[in-house]
């Protein structure tokens, strides 16, 4: 948000606790990144979204968070929404372990593959706040929300709309990328920044948004998965070596990217999903030296944190 201060300069509000100062983190084009120096968030300005085809192209793939919060929450005939459902490998693990599922997001052509693979579920294109006017009747006792906050315009409106739509009790659970994440020692990466990331999120800020929202947080975890890993392996690979980069998608990139073998059944599905184990076999050795140099401190490359209603 910008106004004009008493002087005439510009002052810019950060949009999660009201801060006014703040200093210039990175700049993109006609956008600018800002440090909120009272909350740590990182805010864009102008807080404007790129256009939803922008995520069309985007690959989805499964994170760690998918399997910490089904391995956390139990699921048996609770009913959870996925905001950013993607493909729907979450909303297919989630089915899995029984819960009632439902699903939003704003890229079409992945919905459509959400869709094929879980025909009886209810999954609408579109922003979260819109699909949750449309069903005011609907409460959840869980909704997730990973790698959503930081695409978001206004993310604190986001999580007052989820709040009101969870059962008394219910679980908020996000994740964003981790501002203290190691690769950065390589350079800005080209995907954070606005207007893909209009925001940066520390477990101080999003604690600060989510009290706002009514929602206290009760687990935070910042962890690396191991598909992370092999992204990142790419990302210094990409940048080591010149030639590379001439491959956006070099043989590690397109392992980062697999999404395991929902959808896939039988003895094809168990072939492919052996098939691709041991293509991780020859990245185990970079990711070892990856963890033994210490190049993950200090945490994760996402911050994790689940909330209930007040
Ligand atoms: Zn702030």
């Not at 007052?160 to 800005?188: C, D, E, F």
């Not at 954070?192 to 009514?214: C, E």
């Not at 947080?217 to 990142?232: K, M, Q, W």
């Not at 210094?236 to 073998?261: A, E, M």
């Amino acid at each position: 948000m910008s106004l004009r201060g008493k002087a005439g300069k510009e002052m810019n509000i950060c949009p999660v606790c009201g801060g006014s100062e703040s200093s210039v983190a990175a700049r993109a084009g006609a956008y600018e990144m800002l440090n909120c120096a009272n909350c740590g968030l990182g805010y864009s300005e102008p807080m404007r979204a790129a256009p939803s085809s922008r995520y069309n192209v985007t690959d989805y793939f499964a994170r760690w968070e998918f399997a910490r919060f089904i391995g956390r929450i139990p699921g048996k005939g609770r009913k959870l929404l996925d905001v950013g459902c993607g493909k729907g490998i979450f909303l297919k693990m989630a089915e899995r372990v029984g819960y009632d599922v439902y699903g939003v997001d704003f890229n079409g052509p992945a919905l459509k593959t959400a869709r094929q693979k879980l025909p009886a579920v209810m999954i609408e294109e579109g922003k979260a706040e819109d699909f949750l006017k449309r069903h005011p009747e609907l409460r959840f006792d869980a909704i997730t929300a990973f790698h959503v906050l930081e695409h978001l315009e206004d993310p604190a409106g986001f999580l007052i709309s989820s709040a009101r739509h969870l059962t008394r009790g219910g679980m908020l659970a996000v994740s964003v990328p981790n501002p203290l994440r190691w690769q950065l020692k390589y350079g800005t990466e080209e995907w954070d920044v606005p207007p893909h990331h209009l925001t940066r999120w520390n477990f101080n800020s999003l604690n600060t948004v989510f009290d706002k929202a009514g929602l206290k947080i009760v687990f935070s975890s910042a962890e690396t998965g191991f598909g992370n890993d092999l992204a990142y392996v790419h990302a210094v690979l990409n940048r080591s070596w010149g030639i590379l980069s001439k491959f956006k998608r070099t043989p590690v990139y397109n392992l980062s990217q697999k999404t395991g073998t929902a959808g896939v059944s039988g003895v094809i599905g168990k072939a492919a999903g052996i098939k691709r184990k041991l293509m991780y076999i020859p990245a185990v050795p970079a990711v070892l030296i990856a963890k033994m140099t210490g190049w993950h401190a200090p945490g994760g490359v996402s911050l994790y944190v689940e909330a209930v209603k007040r």
